[in-house]
């Protein structure tokens, strides 16, 4: 009996110095800011990776225009740097008042994260439909008037919050966030799925088919996880205190969100869609390779 008893001590000692330690490094000024601008400098990679990588797109077909592979790496560039310039200002960022700009802020580079990555499912859902002979027309229209709808109910709670800030606002545009993030890793799901198993389907004849099937498979897989663990963390972001991302005594939750839902996935899925599109015979409908 005594022995169980000094087990359970040093379990709760240790359970008591760990809660320790996450406490004084969230409460250090000093780490916040180390780990504000450990956040910004891999964004600031990312941002680099994805601008040189246009580059090298733009040098190799600059025949063509604004490629849905140009237009991913661009955004991809964009998205990464104003996050990166934000964590660079994060403390400076959390004393703009009227409160909702440090929302806007945080907010505005997920609405264009979605944005980005929903070009590849809406590139999937091409590929996959001409493959079956059916009509793409109504696909980009629809991908614009998805986008639009999610920016728009989007832009009108933050310009309420900015005339009267209403608490339960911020927590349903945080609920609405967690439902766009949902909706994104079903996209993916969906189409990315269904691709997948119609390469399978087609007996893998060549390194080029079996390294399409791979990328397909990995990239599915790496942004449905990424957009389903941010509708998780989005939804406890709204109703726990303890798991709100928008203050500046949580930088350990920062770094470990953030690296799940952006930085990790975004370098992946980089890596994995590296390479350049051929010299001759690309098309505006094959700009993912």
Not at 15 to 44: M, P, V
Not at 143 to 170: E, R, S
Request: aromatic share 16%.
């Amino acid at each position: 009996m005594e022995g169980y008893g000094v087990d359970e001590a040093v379990i709760a000692l240790k359970l008591k110095d760990a809660s320790n330690w996450w406490h004084d490094i969230n409460e250090s000024t000093l780490w916040q800011d180390r780990i504000f601008l450990i956040l910004a400098a891999l964004y600031g990679l990312v941002a680099a990776v994805a601008l040189v990588q246009f580059i090298r797109i733009q040098l190799r077909v600059p025949e063509y225009g604004w490629t849905t592979q140009k237009v991913f790496h661009f955004l991809n560039f964009l998205v990464n740097g104003v996050r990166g310039f934000v964590f660079v200002f994060r403390r400076d960022v959390q004393n703009l008042h009227p409160e909702i700009v440090q929302h806007i802020l945080l907010d505005m580079p997920s609405l264009a994260f979605f944005t980005t990555y929903a070009l590849l499912v809406l590139f999937w859902a091409e590929i996959y439909y001409q493959a079956r002979a059916v009509s793409t027309d109504g696909l980009r229209p629809s991908f614009f008037t998805i986008n639009a709808v999610v920016y728009t109910i989007q832009i009108g709670m933050w310009l309420i919050l900015w005339w009267k800030y209403i608490p339960v606002l911020v927590v349903l545009s945080k609920v609405f966030f967690a439902g766009v993030s949902l909706f994104a890793a079903l996209g993916f799901l969906l189409y990315g799925g269904r691709l997948f198993l119609m390469l399978q389907r087609f007996p893998v004849e060549s390194k080029g088919r079996r390294k399409k099937l791979q990328e397909v498979g990995y990239v599915t897989t790496i942004c449905f996880l990424c957009f389903l663990v941010r509708c998780i963390m989005m939804c406890f972001n709204a109703f726990d205190k303890a798991a709100d991302l928008d203050v500046l005594n949580h930088p350990v939750l920062n770094l470990i969100y953030y690296l799940l839902v952006e930085i990790l996935p975004s370098s992946l899925v980089l890596l994995i869609l590296r390479k350049l599109p051929p010299k001759r015979g690309i098309t505006q409908y094959h700009p993912i390779r």
